[in-house]
């Protein structure tokens, strides 16, 4: 089963930026879709982005688009998730998730979870 370690939250003003990790212990990771979802103090987890196991296409929700970037490296077994312009509705924390099939991160399904790390965005 693949483990995954999320790190790089932390507390940061609005405008700011974090770059989040995900390191993942499995010798297939290079097979796996990998994606962030963001849970928000008394909300339902929502859906962040998403890259395939190439790393070739990447979706991303409404929300985020054009502030965060996801990206992968196949070689350290680990995601990131650049965020940029950060906004106080940002706070959550973040999950890592892993998955064959892309679609089911998207749907919050996934196989693999990570353990969380908090982002605190203050106004």
């Known amino acids: 089963q693949v483990q995954l370690v999320e790190s790089g939250g932390g507390l940061v003003q609005a405008g700011g930026s974090l770059r989040l990790s995900c390191a993942a212990s499995?010798?297939?990771?290079?097979?796996?879709?990998m994606g962030w979802v963001r849970q928000a103090p008394g909300k339902e987890r929502e859906f962040v982005a998403a890259?395939?196991?190439?790393?070739?296409?990447?979706h991303y929700a409404d929300s985020v688009k054009g502030r965060f970037t996801m990206s992968r490296d196949n070689a350290k077994n680990t995601v990131y998730l650049q965020m940029n312009s950060l906004k106080p509705d940002d706070t959550a924390v973040y999950y890592c998730?892993?998955?064959?099939?892309?679609?089911?991160?998207?749907?919050?399904?996934?196989?693999?979870w990570g353990q969380g790390t908090q982002v605190t965005v203050s106004s």
């Open positions: 890259t395939k196991w190439s790393g070739s296409s990447t």
């Open positions: 998730a892993g998955d064959l099939k892309l679609h089911n991160i998207v749907i919050l399904a996934a196989e693999a």
């Open positions: 499995t010798n297939t990771f290079s097979s796996y879709a």
